[in-house]
């Protein structure tokens, strides 16, 4: 029987990049999930693939405590999914005040809600590698220290803190997550590197490269940040020492911006010379993570390739924009 059946299951973030991807997985292995969605999003992809109906959705601010408890209580949650934050670099450093308050307020309203909660047993964090700032040795690891400078990477430092705070003073079943950039269908912020690209190709435009394209990343595919999540609460209901701890989940094999680019024009069958603007600001040069640990730990590896990933991107793009194969 499915670890999953019947589970109250709920998740933040619903409307993002991965919560749909997570939701479709949780829906799939029999789930009860409920979404807290502040807006009303028509494109994303929870409302075209018609996952909402799927699921039940609650209205709201994430940094509203009261309205945090009484989800965890009239629902009796069993399992938490807190992805929901401010993703987006230039709005962090056009709009700090706005991300600090979404990515560590918000986080420490759930965890807080979740403490006086009688009926939640395990909590997933969503974090990311800007957690750990800009270091020197690469590639990170779980025990690299968290040195956010700039206010998308303080925030997200922070909320980790955070996390592990509660774990730690108050034994909450918390496990934090660290991923690298995800990328895959419904990402409909087109000023990120993957939807932005494939966009210009299929409206046969130059792509734009803000940075000077050698920038070092780890592209981790939604499907693939779906499981790892799902497996991380998984592997918590049968080994509670993992309570607190931090998993980086990566495929290990670090592109540069503009390698990237160039793999999805040459899925797509463009030859465009990309328009390097080299103006990025408040951005980390070269970030990318070990997954040893969650391999050994959790028994995790990536379900696909970079090269499978973007293969079915581009196939979402293609029918959400209406461009034939």
């Known amino acids: 029987m499915s670890h999953w059946l019947d589970r109250p299951t709920f998740v933040t973030g619903a409307t993002g990049l991965l919560g749909p991807w997570l939701v479709k997985r949780l829906t799939q292995a029999g789930a009860d999930v409920v979404c807290l969605i502040r807006d009303w999003i028509p494109d994303c992809e929870l409302v075209r693939a018609r996952l909402i109906e799927k699921v039940k959705v609650v209205r709201g601010d994430l940094c509203d405590q009261s309205l945090l408890e009484r989800i965890l209580g009239e629902y009796e949650i069993d399992t938490v ?72 990477d303080v925030s997200k430092s922070c909320a980790d803190l955070i996390a592990k705070s509660y774990a730690v003073t108050f034994g909450l079943p918390v496990v934090v997550t660290r991923c690298g950039n995800f990328y895959g269908g419904g990402d409909l912020n087109w000023n990120r590197i993957v939807p932005g690209t494939i966009r210009s190709v299929l409206r046969n435009e130059r792509p734009i490269i803000r940075s000077d394209g050698t920038f070092l990343r780890d592209y981790v595919y939604v499907e693939d940040g779906a499981a790892a999540y799902m497996l991380s609460a998984e592997r918590m209901a049968q080994k509670p020492e993992l309570y607190g701890e931090a998993f980086n989940f990566s495929n290990e094999s670090p592109v540069s911006v503009l390698n990237l680019v160039e793999q999805i024009q ?20 070269h970030q990318y993570l070990s997954a040893t640990k969650a391999r050994e730990q959790l028994g995790w590896k ?24």
Not at 276 to 284: H, S
Request: aromatic letters at 8%; glycine letters at 6%; proline letters at 6%.
């Open 266 to 285: 040459n899925l797509m069958g463009s030859a465009l010379e990309p328009v390097i603007q080299d103006r990025a600001k408040n951005e980390i040069r």
């Open 81 to 152: 999914f807190h992805l929901a934050a401010q993703t987006i670099v230039g709005i962090a450093n056009n709009n700090p005040v706005s991300t600090f308050e979404t990515n560590i307020r918000g986080t420490w309203a759930l965890l807080e809600a979740c403490r006086r909660s009688p009926t939640v047993r395990r909590i997933l964090i969503a974090s990311s590698d800007k957690a750990y700032g800009d270091q020197d040795e690469l590639p990170y690891n779980e025990d690299t220290a968290l040195e956010g400078r700039h206010p998308y």
């Open 302 to 325: 990536p379900l696909f390739t970079l090269d499978e990933g973007l293969r079915r991107t581009i196939d979402w793009y293609r029918t959400f924009l209406g461009v034939p194969q």
